[in-house]
């Protein structure tokens, strides 16, 4: 019975060992947990660069109507003149400056489709034929035209139909209206900054009104 006294003392000894070993498993899981759930929780880093990328006011183009861009044809005003002109006509009736459009060729664009862009969202497109006209039907048309290339046209949907320049005069008479490529997309520009415009006032346009 000498013995029991040290038996007893092994006996605790070993039964506070193994509660110290389940509780450093307990923190060393504890720990590993909060750890992972740390690296859950860390947003994903912000490629600075490519948010620098992105224009605040663009306007996609496809291949077919980049020389409408510098040359409209027939003495008229260019697309990029008519992009400045409503652009500007715009911010003198808002009371602030609009960014200026960055146009450019784009990969995934039609060739003769255009997209206008603001932050990186497409907010309008369409569809215009470089070297023909479109006449759009009114509440005047009566007789239709016969031959052409039928649509809707790309800002207000009504139906329209694309002919040769030189049946102009003939659907006018026949009561259409009758616009040029490049007078399209600038329209639908008007259409895009009423709609629009507002997503395009930065802090610095703000202080300004």
Known sequence: MAHLPFLLFGAVMIGVALRLRAQNRRTTVTETTAEAQQQTQEPAAVDAAAVQRIDPFGLEVGFALVPLLNDAGAGKPTLLARLTAVRQQYSRRMGFVVPNIHVRDAEGVRPQEYRFTVRGAVVGRGEV?????????????????????????????????????????????????????????????????????????????????
């Open 129 to 209: 034929a470089a070297n023909a006209m479109l006449a759009i039907e009114t509440a005047e048309v009566g007789e239709k035209l016969a031959k052409g290339r039928r649509v809707r046209d790309p800002i207000y949907g009504h139906d329209a139909v694309w002919i040769s320049p030189d049946r102009v005069q003939e659907a006018e008479a026949l009561g259409y209206t009758v616009a040029d490529p490049a007078g399209v997309v600038a329209t639908h520009l008007g259409f895009v900054l009423e709609r629009y415009g507002w997503e395009l006032i930065g802090r610095a346009e703000a202080d300004e009104l």
